[in-house]
């Protein structure tokens, strides 16, 4: 046994002395000293009780890991350590003690790590059969194979309990470790299957075979499916990006002077390759670098800000988000119960500083003792109403929270109003109700989502306002067509059922043995609101709603569309609004038929029948163009110049698409037996297509089409390129087209008088 304590802990080593423990086995450090004992038996090197994921070359040159491990640890917490460095006694010290199970399973195994029990002994095995490559790094073998055998190993409990790859809190730390284990198994096993360039997917059954038995083998059957699919998705998502991330993280490092990565490459490469800054980290430490990680979030701050700007809704922001008001208690809100309250004013904002009144026509911020309106939080928006005091009147346009003050945000429409004054706060009726709309539906939606596209499927933020929706969730790909209206029809079914919508006040631990669904990275005091639809939805929430389904009216789900890797938004509209967009698509419908000629029911029937026309006429007119292309080209052939004994046919055809141009260039070359076309079309006003076609011939004599017109389409200040025998190219200059054909006369015989030349 050896003991490690502070030197200043007088206390602790009496205890120490009267446990039996010699004075040559405790240990004395300072702030700054490690803990462990000088005079302690190397055995390994970290010493007795080095971590058993180190490894080491014993003398004979076999690795191993420590042959001494720490299996069970006392901490006894005593003091909390201050600024200046003194420590300062915790009024209750306790003992926080710990057991390693893996390193327990070591032991009881009789086997050198972790990683040779049956903990692991599957994963490991199942590694080391994939098929490797010949780029082996064999003094990282190990150290790869293990991490990636614990990372496979979280990663599929993770996905199994419900957490998808995200950008953000735990599934942010999935993303990480899938990256980090893939980046590992590419580049220091160089591991490949027969049939794809992913591999980790292929390791979910050793995790369940190592937990066969177990208590959570059932779980992990279950979820198999779920597990493989996202898995298998960030995997794909993450080969492209590793490939070039680390191609140039590789160049940045063999041209950077010093042994620091600078903060804005490091972005650089967050930004544009989509790169982990983990994973810039983790490689830079391998090659011997270090990352300016304050100057990389620096900029991410910065970034997250413009952001943060660009995406706001508009409207006037009249008071910061955080306030202080001296006397004046966390707002009371009633508004569960009722819409309309009598109250005082205990603080008006205004021009960034607290007032004693306010009057018309002056936009504020009305703090109250308590008050019916609703604060924006949880994605729904705040409440709408008025505020009546005897001399004046103010209209509230929005509400929101600062710290625990109820802020009205509100604009004097008569009169003045002043703080301690009594007054009549009302919100208004309709548009609490279509909040309200939206907010059940929005939970309908979250039950449905979850109905078609799993479990796994979990809010990642919401907007709820008036009959509008938007909804952010986890998924691995797009809501497919027939999804799409399994979920419309789903949470429409509940709206005709007129299902019951209930709320209760329960401690948090209770809820969530209910089942009740909560969002993590939300803050839920011990006591919290559940919100219950029919038998089928429950949700800790505290936001207003429906007392039943039916009032919500009617469901449509607008749009869908991928906001970041792994996460998916769906737009709807309720109520009025989706009532107002069903008429519209319904009249448009009606329209579309009747330009068809057919009825409603009929109309995609006869839009197909319109498309098999356009395609029929769309060909007859290729082979038009291609007519009139033969018969033009003999004309242009006729008018055609000689350049050095070179037959050159350059004209100007206003009007002709890039498609006519190149059928003509190809008719005019095929019946030359040496020669160049050069065709081009003002398309529009501010538009030149250009086109060259150059007689095999020529290009064995080194006539390149491509570097010729080229050349020839900078006069009209435009580009392209293309083959030696075929190119296309652009303009914006329709004005320069006559100095630019003559410009390529003289090019054309400064191309033929190099390849005579050469």
């Excluded at 893939?182 to 490949?192: F, M, P, V």
């Excluded at 198999?224 to 590793?242: K, P, S, W």
């Excluded at 009169?415 to 109700?433: K, M, S």
């Excluded at 936001?543 to 737009?571: C, K, N, P, Q, Y």
């Amino acid at each position: 046994l050896w003991v490690s304590i502070y030197e200043e802990d007088e206390e602790a080593c009496t205890l120490w002395r009267k446990l039996g423990v010699p004075e040559g086995r405790i240990r004395r450090f300072g702030q700054h000293e490690n803990f462990w004992p000088a005079n302690a038996p190397k055995e390994g090197p970290n010493g007795p009780c080095g971590p058993c994921s180190e490894i080491y070359f014993d003398a004979e040159g076999k690795v191993g890991g420590p042959k001494s491990v720490e299996v069970w640890n006392l901490v006894f917490t005593q003091y909390d350590r201050q600024p200046d460095g003194s420590l300062k006694a915790l009024p209750k010290p306790n003992i926080d003690t710990g057991m390693g199970l893996e390193r327990l399973a070591s032991v009881v195994q009789g086997t050198d790590t972790d990683y040779e029990t049956d903990l692991f002994a599957p994963i490991m095995a199942a590694i080391r059969a994939l098929g490797r490559g010949e780029k082996v790094r064999l003094d990282r073998v190990l150290f790869a194979e293990r991490t990636i055998a614990d990372h496979i190993r979280a990663i599929v409990f993770l996905i199994a309990e419900g957490v998808v790859p995200s950008n953000e809190s735990r599934g942010y730390v999935l993303r990480m470790l899938i990256r980090r284990a893939y980046r590992l198994g590419r580049t220091d096993l160089n591991l490949y299957t027969s049939t794809t360039r992913t591999f980790l997917t292929s390791l979910v059954e050793s995790v369940e075979e190592a937990m066969r038995g177990s208590p959570y083998s059932a779980m992990l059957e279950k979820q198999r499916d779920v597990i493989r699919r996202a898995i298998r998705h960030e995997e794909m998502q993450f080969v492209g990006t590793l490939e070039a991330g680390t191609t140039r993280l590789e160049e940045l490092i063999a041209s950077v002077r010093g042994k620091t990565i600078a903060g804005d490459e490091a972005f650089k490469l967050y930004d544009t390759y989509g790169f982990p800054l983990e994973l810039t980290i983790d490689i830079a430490q391998e090659r011997g670098f270090t990352v300016d990680r304050t100057a990389f979030e620096a900029l991410l701050k910065a970034q997250q800000e413009r952001s943060r700007k660009g995406s706001q809704f508009g409207g006037e922001v009249f008071v910061p988000t955080t306030l202080t008001l001296k006397d004046v208690a966390k707002s009371e809100f009633v508004g569960y119960d009722a819409l309309q309250t009598d109250a005082t004013i205990k603080g008006i904002w205004k021009a960034g500083q607290w007032v004693q009144q306010a009057a018309q026509p002056d936009e504020i911020g009305i703090i109250l003792d308590r008050s019916p309106f609703y604060g924006e939080s949880g994605g729904q928006v705040g409440d709408q109403g008025t505020i009546e005091s005897p001399r004046g009147a103010a209209d509230v346009v929005d509400t929101t929270w600062a710290d625990e003050l109820l802020v009205h945000h509100a604009k004097v429409r008569q009169g003045t109003i002043a703080v301690g004054e009594p007054v009549r706060a009302t919100v208004d009726t309709e548009h609490r109700l279509k909040v309200a709309r939206s907010h059940t539906a929005t939970h309908l939606l979250h039950w449905a989502l979850r109905k078609v596209l799993g479990p796994e499927t979990v809010q990642a933020g919401s907007l709820v306002e008036a009959e509008r929706v938007r909804f952010d969730f986890s998924a691995l790909g797009s809501l497919r067509e027939g999804q799409w209206v399994k979920v419309e029809r789903l949470v429409n079914e509940r709206i005709r059922n007129a299902d019951d919508v209930k709320t209760d006040l329960m401690d948090l631990e209770r809820a969530k043995q209910a089942g009740a669904l909560a969002l993590f990275g939300e803050k839920y005091t011990r006591r919290v609101r559940v919100v219950s639809i029919g038998d089928y939805s429950k949700e800790l929430c505290g936001g207003t709603h429906l007392r039943h389904t039916g009032s919500i009216g009617l469901f449509r789900l607008a749009s869908e569309s991928s906001i970041a890797a792994g996460t998916r938004r769906v737009e709807a509209v309720v109520g009025e609004t989706a009532l107002a967009r069903q008429q519209e698509e319904s009249q448009t419908l009606r329209q579309i038929a009747q330009q068809l000629s057919r009825s409603p029911q009929e109309a995609l029937q006869g839009l197909e029948e319109l498309m098999q026309h356009l395609k029929h006429a769309e060909k007859q007119l290729k082979t038009l163009k291609l007519e009139f292309a033969q018969a033009h080209a003999k004309r242009l052939v006729a008018e055609a110049k000689h350049v050095d004994g070179i037959t050159v046919v350059a004209a100007q055809l206003d009007g002709a698409d890039r498609e006519l141009l190149s059928a003509l260039a190809d008719a005019i070359r095929g019946s030359l037996r040496e020669g160049i076309a050069l065709l081009v079309s003002r398309e529009q006003p501010d538009s030149v297509a250009w086109v060259m076609a150059v007689s095999p011939t020529l290009v064995k004599r080194g006539l390149h089409a491509g570097q010729l017109l080229k050349a020839i389409a900078a006069v009209t200040q435009g580009g392209g390129g293309g083959r030696p025998e075929f190119a296309q190219a652009g303009g914006k200059d329709p004005a320069k087209i006559p100095d630019a054909l003559q410009e390529a006369e003289q090019l054309i015989r400064t191309a033929l008088g190099r390849s005579q030349s050469s």
